[in-house]
């Protein structure tokens, strides 16, 4: 079975600091790794994906993560965090062929000014 | 491009009634989910659509929930009836390709918020 842990329930960092969100996944085979974020009372918008190649994959909104494939993680991380990105994110994965897209609990990022 | 549609936005009602949720996907997508999304938790997957036919519903409870997605297009998410456990968001998503195309990023809508009393 597949799996994404969030360890953090909630990251608080001031504004135009770098921010990590951290993410580790279980599955078996080649993983294909998501970071989607929630707005209150939205759907959750696509914010970067990793499928083969650079590890480092950059996304939407100065958003990049980094795979990681020997200690399984998928962090997602900003160089200099806004207040508007302050919103949950969440991790999921799936495998290669037909698979469910397994979500993380969710991560809550408060950037303070 | 128009996003993914759902209605109604909230909803309550009491326990053992019953209720509908309508998604109309992004033009084109070929693969349409629900979700359900419970306080606290990321979504969960209800049931997956390739055009119209059923590709996974292994966590859907039948007995209680039950979807279509006639024609290829909109679908709809029943619930009948209603237990107090089913308060939470649902979520529908919409992706281009098939089922297999697992690269393929999901589109959400704004969701349905359930409240059963």
């Known amino acids: 079975a597949q799996s994404v842990a969030q360890p953090e329930d909630q990251v608080n960092v001031a504004e135009g600091n770098p921010l990590t969100v951290k993410c580790t996944y279980s599955v078996s085979g080649n993983p294909y790794l998501f970071w989607y974020v929630q707005y209150p009372n939205r759907g959750l918008q696509f914010l970067l994906k990793?499928?083969?190649?650079?590890?480092l994959v950059k996304g939407s909104y100065g958003f990049e993560a980094e795979f990681n494939k020997s200690q399984t993680s998928f962090h997602l991380k900003k160089p200099s965090a806004l207040v508007s990105d302050s919103a949950l994110y969440f991790c999921?994965?799936?495998?290669?062929?037909?698979?469910?897209?397994?979500f993380g609990k969710g991560t809550m990022l408060l950037v303070s000014p | 491009e128009a996003g993914v549609a759902q209605s109604p936005r909230y909803k309550i009602i009491e326990k053992r009634q019953s209720v509908a949720f309508w998604c109309n996907p992004i033009?084109?997508?070929?693969?349409l989910y629900w979700y359900q999304q419970i306080l606290g938790q990321g979504p969960k997957l209800l049931i997956q659509f390739q055009n119209n036919g059923v590709v996974d519903d292994s966590q859907l409870p039948k007995d209680r929930f039950s979807a279509e997605r006639l024609k290829g297009v909109d679908s709809t998410l029943k619930i009948q009836p209603a237990k107090l456990e089913d308060s939470a968001v649902y979520l529908c998503a919409s992706s281009l390709g098939t089922a297999v195309s697992s690269y393929n990023e999901q589109f959400f809508g704004p969701g349905t918020r359930l409240t059963v009393l």
């Open positions: 999921a994965v799936r495998r290669g062929g037909y698979s469910t897209l397994t």
């Open positions: 990793y499928i083969t190649g650079d590890n």
């Open positions: 033009s084109g997508h070929a693969t």
